[in-house]
């Protein structure tokens, strides 16, 4: 395969990539007000045609004893205008997808990875499949790849009361490119909410195939590392702020869809990326979020230099007095916390419980649906243009996933469930792959 053309929109990424892959927050102090919600079936389904010309991949079933349902919901915040796109719309739109453990298989068909006008976006010359991982435009067929969940099947009656986690993506990626991770959780009887952050996805698909695409910059992204800051700093807020608002929203979707199984006194986030640091700072904002994972990132706003005190976010400065657990990979700049001026910061100021991990061999996108799929599409000749190594490491994918799923499922076992593994204590021989930093 030819590399991808470094176009101005690739370009775009990668002033990002310097910056909010190593994002900080600042968070809002209002509350959003709940706003209308309602299910969205426009996009559900497994029958659009395959296209037969191009490379396909599968996600790997999940590994826990409980099918997977999926519900789709449109949400919106009527307390805010949206912060990128005032003129698109007046209020703050999400959308958002519900996994939990299903009732075993009935008529209702898989839900695909992703919608399909999103996944035709997400393949092509502005999507994030071309702009975060290199692909070449219409090399692959994202839209053929189904998930393991099927849509609005009833909650499983032996799955009691459902932890709920939240997850935020990375930036640029939709709230689908962990669909593999997403669903395992899913199976093992938690409440899985995934949320895109609308204009600042490559992609968001809302009811009736109208597609919202990035409109994060006004013109040419910032070259200046003060505006680089300024950018990342409101990027995130804009991300706090939506999981507050999901949050708002929980306790009347749980009334009126899930028939009150959610527990809302034990919920969790994690998120890749953007949305690892994401994850860290709601919880520092947000006492309503009890157990975090931030994967792979950074927690600072750095748009050049390296951080001081003054681009470093409230978590990182403040820490936390609950649990968050930090992934790192091997790519430059991440692995452990002392290689990280922003983790090591963190860690010197948490109170509560803390570990870091790093899966050897990975690359940053190593976390999400990228380490299972690329590979497979490669073998089809549709391999990124720096190249599968550069985009997700030499780690087998299966050990990868079978790590990334291992300790998510143990973290959140532990805090939210009180069932200890204790796969967190120290180095695994399950998992050698795994190098924990003390």
């Known amino acids: 395969m030819t590399a991808v053309p470094r176009t101005r929109t690739h370009n775009r990424r990668q002033v990002l990539v310097t910056g909010l892959a190593a994002t900080a927050a600042l968070a809002t102090s209002a509350v959003p007000s709940v706003a209308a919600g309602s299910p969205d079936r426009s996009t559900a389904g497994s029958d659009r045609p395959v296209r037969a010309d191009l490379p396909t991949a599968r996600l790997p079933r999940p590994t826990g004893p409980f099918g997977v349902g999926s519900t789709i919901l449109h949400l919106v915040d009527r307390s805010r205008t949206d912060p990128w796109a005032p003129d698109a719309s007046p209020y703050r739109e999400l959308m958002v997808s519900v ?15 992703m919608p399909a006008a999103a996944a035709a976006h997400f393949g092509g010359p502005e999507g994030a499949a071309a702009l975060n991982l290199g692909m070449a435009p219409g090399s692959a067929d994202w839209g ?44 093992h009887g938690y ?16 009811p009736g ?21 300024a950018l990342l700093r409101k990027a995130v807020a804009v ?23 959610l527990d809302l006194r034990r919920i969790g986030m994690f998120g890749h990326s953007a949305g690892g640091f994401t994850a860290a ?52 700049g991440s692995g452990d916390y002392r290689q990280q001026p922003s983790w090591a910061a963190f860690w010197r100021n948490t109170r509560g419980w803390k570990a870091n991990v790093t899966l050897t061999g990975s690359r940053h996108a190593s976390y999400t649906d990228a380490q299972v799929l690329l590979p497979q ?36 076992g532990r805090w939210l469930r009180g069932h200890d593994d204790h796969l967190l204590d120290g180095p695994s021989g399950r998992f050698p792959e795994m190098v924990f930093s003390r």
């Open 99 to 113: 996994r939990y453990p299903a009732a075993p298989r009935g008529a209702a068909p898989r839900v695909p990875q």
């Open 144 to 187: 053929a790849t189904l998930s393991h969940a099927r849509q609005d099947a009833p909650v499983h009656p032996r799955a009691g009361r459902l932890p709920v986690v939240l997850y935020s993506p990375g930036l640029g990626d939709p709230r689908t490119w962990n669909t593999a991770l997403v669903d395992d959780l899913a199976s």
């Open 191 to 206: 409440a899985v909410v995934t949320v895109d952050h609308t204009y600042e996805a490559t992609e968001v698909e809302f």
């Open 209 to 229: 195939g109208r597609l919202a695409t990035m409109r994060i910059f006004d013109g040419a992204p910032p070259s200046d590392p003060d505006a680089v800051s």
């Open 239 to 261: 991300r706090v702020a939506d999981t507050r608002f999901v949050l708002d929203r929980l306790p009347e979707l749980n009334r009126t869809r899930f028939g009150d199984v």
């Open 281 to 332: 700072q709601a919880m520092h904002d947000d006492r309503r979020i009890r157990a975090g994972i931030n994967m792979d990132g950074q927690m600072d706003y750095v748009g050049g230099a390296l951080p001081d005190g003054s681009r470093l976010s409230t978590v990182a400065l403040e820490g936390l007095d609950r649990p968050l657990l930090l992934m790192g990979t091997e790519s430059e």
């Open 377 to 412: 599409l490669a073998r089809q000749g549709a391999e990124p243009g720096d190249g599968l190594t550069a985009a997700v490491g030499t780690v087998r994918p299966d050990r990868a996933a079978a790590a990334g799923r291992a300790y998510v499922t143990s973290f959140f």
